[in-house]
């Protein structure tokens, strides 16, 4: 995938993660572009333990497991977060 690729599917990603865990998470455009891209690379190792497969390129199976990756992710910061507040 380019770069503009894993932009895009960052960003979709990342809304979607915070549509389905809405609250306070840090940031903006940019926080959220990370928080897809990142969740794109948890997804896509989870999957292919599980033998779903991989986060290849912008298709359905590759936004659910980003997607599930990025909710992860969302769901790690805020259970540190308010352990430390």
């Given amino acids: 995938m380019g770069i503009l690729t894993w932009l895009l599917l960052g960003l979709v990603v990342g809304v979607l993660a915070k549509f389905i865990m809405p609250g306070k998470d840090p940031g903006g455009v940019f926080v959220t572009i990370l928080i897809g891209i990142a969740g794109a690379f948890v997804g896509g190792y989870i999957g292919s333990l599980l033998g779903l497969g991989d ?4 298709n359905l199976v590759s936004l659910g497991l980003a997607t599930v990756g990025a909710v992860i992710l969302l769901a790690l ?5 308010s ?3």
């Fill in 83 to 85: 352990g430390t507040e």
């Fill in 55 to 58: 986060v290849t390129g912008f």
């Fill in 77 to 81: 910061y805020r259970m540190f977060r």
